[in-house]
């Protein structure tokens, strides 16, 4: 007989909201932020977009929500993007060609300029790649097996060269965003020009409010909509209350009660598509020998405790797929490699074998990182309390210092509610940035939470440079199974991409990545 969970005995999804989901002693709580509204209709030539997550930055360095790259990419540009169907598409270059195994042949379009009128240079182009390298904890930089080297042929072509082939460096170029060499720096950039479709001209990163407008300088055709307000909203029922009143145009990133609310309203459209993030509770790898967690044996004995089915079914409402997998297996080269098993008693009893009793487990995660995220870490406490472990909880503010303790700079933890992307598409990617880890990217923390097994890496690595997709996609199959006997996660998911928004917004090619080409959208008035 299947044992139920705490969920399925007391709580269904909408009594745990009007419940609040009160929990007993043990349960700690970080600082919540604050509710917020957005006031005032937008006009008939400016669309309004109210993010679940604060906009903190206006590149990608450091940045991992998705929905943040809909914004960055609407004011700086790469020299490939990928479609909605997650193939390249040539941006500031016009050609893009491997012409040998280590080596690609780059040329940049003519006439593509800044929003203040100087040209893109090649020596962009190098500033940047050595930016994105050198800026600590960068989630991009973890998708490169090595950087290229930019080699210029003349003022308008050069050459990518890599010491080992990287047969997907087009893919992985679609991440780097190209700013004037002489403002980049290896941060986050808070101001500067770009090269895209719209220029900033208000910010404030405290509150995650921006305000677009054209570019007059824009070398390619114009934007349909003439202005975008940025704005932060955090608190979901406000997000729709704001979308359903006309004071903002789109949502992303809802609820399924968010989407049940809208859905069928007159004015307002869902669109809904398979994604490639995968979010999960990771175990902190940075533990040292003898820590309980330390041991795969234990993090295995722990992940019988969650009861994934109830989560999604329940608290998430079906708005998540169960993995199957260490990667989504929606990417490119994914192959199922297990589940996640329900069973309380198994984990108890596992554990009491080994001698591991009353395991004190933090817990931390930032808000807004996946649907539901406090119900569900809240339900986490729950289900781990049941099996005997001791679990607090740590919530962080949107834009706050997550990111020194996820790069083990801020504070010692034990489970990481993160989520990482799968921006191109390809398992290779995701494999190279989660689990290939080494000592040298450890040492300025750029590994995914210590997660260092050199057997495994090896094997990524060979894939990465193999050119041939049969022995490529043979080889990611062993590693993601080498990677599944470590259990790096006490439970995963890949959620389902939802947005929604007025219907005098169009052509938005809402893609799996959780963003969108701003500069297609287009606006009825």
Not at 91 to 104: H, S
Not at 178 to 201: F, H, K, M, R
Not at 211 to 231: C, F, H, M
Not at 471 to 497: D, G, Y
Request: glycine share 8%; charged share 20%.
């Amino acid at each position: 007989m299947m044992t139920r969970s705490p969920l399925q005995h007391q709580l269904s999804r909408r009594a745990l909201l009007r419940s609040g989901f009160v929990l007993g002693a043990g349960l700690t709580l970080g600082s919540v932020v604050g509710c917020a509204t957005p006031t005032g209709t937008p006009g008939p030539r400016t669309v309004s977009l109210a993010l679940n997550r604060s906009l903190v930055s206006l590149d990608n360095k450091l940045n991992q929500s998705d929905a943040a790259l809909t914004v960055q990419r609407a004011v700086r540009q790469s020299l490939v993007t990928l479609d909605q169907n997650l193939k390249p598409k040539l941006v500031l270059a016009d050609k893009f060609e491997l012409v040998n195994p280590t080596q690609w042949y780059v040329h940049l379009r003519p006439g593509i300029v800044y929003s203040d009128g100087c040209p893109v240079q090649i020596q962009d182009v190098a500033t940047a790649l050595q930016m994105y390298s050198e800026v600590n904890g960068s989630f991009v930089g973890a998708f490169f097996p090595e950087w290229p080297t930019v080699r210029q042929i003349d003022e308008s072509s050069f050459t990518l060269d890599t010491v080992r082939p990287v047969p997907v460096l087009d893919y992985l170029m679609s991440n780097i965003l190209i700013t004037p060499a002489a403002d980049n720096l290896p941060e986050e950039l808070q101001s500067g020009v770009g090269s895209g479709p719209y220029v900033v001209t208000a910010s404030n990163r405290g509150t995650g409010d921006y305000t677009l407008e054209k570019n007059t300088n824009y070398w390619g055709a114009a934007p349909n909509i003439d202005s975008v307000q940025v704005r932060f909203v955090p608190d979901k029922s406000n997000r729709v209350v704001s979308l359903r009143s006309g004071e903002v145009d789109v949502i992303d990133s809802i609820s399924p009660d968010s989407a049940d609310q809208l859905s069928g309203l007159s004015g307002v459209t869902i669109d809904r598509v398979d994604g490639v993030r995968l979010n999960q509770l990771f175990f902190n790898f940075r533990k040292p020998a003898g820590h309980p967690l330390a041991d795969a044996r234990v993090r295995r004995a722990l992940t019988y405790a969650i009861d994934g089915k109830s989560l999604i079914d329940e608290v998430m409402q079906g708005s998540a797929t169960a993995s199957k997998g260490v990667i989504p297996i929606t990417l490119d080269g994914a192959i199922e490699t297990g589940e996640y098993i329900y069973d309380p008693a198994r984990a108890r009893a596992e554990l009491d074998a080994l001698g591991v009793r009353n395991l004190d487990l933090k817990i931390i995660w930032e808000t807004g990182e996946f649907v539901a995220d406090t119900d569900i870490m809240e339900a986490v406490v729950q289900m781990l309390s049941a099996v005997g472990v001791r679990p607090t909880l740590q919530q962080f503010e949107p834009g706050g210092d997550i990111s020194t303790w996820r790069q083990g700079r801020g504070g010692d933890w034990d489970v990481l509610g993160n989520g990482f992307p799968g921006p191109t598409g390809l398992g290779v990617t995701i494999l190279q940035g989660m689990y290939a880890g080494t000592p040298e990217k450890e040492a300025t923390r750029d590994t995914y939470h210590g997660y260092i097994f050199p057997d495994i890496t090896d094997v990524i690595t060979r894939a990465s440079e193999d050119a041939d997709p049969a022995r490529r996609a043979t080889l990611l199959a062993e590693a993601q199974r080498m990677i599944w006997e470590t259990c790096p996660s006490m439970w995963s998911f890949v959620p389902r991409v939802v947005l929604a928004r007025r219907s005098r917004i169009g052509d938005v090619g809402l893609r799996p990545t959780n963003s969108y080409d701003l500069s297609a959208a287009t606006l009825k008035v």
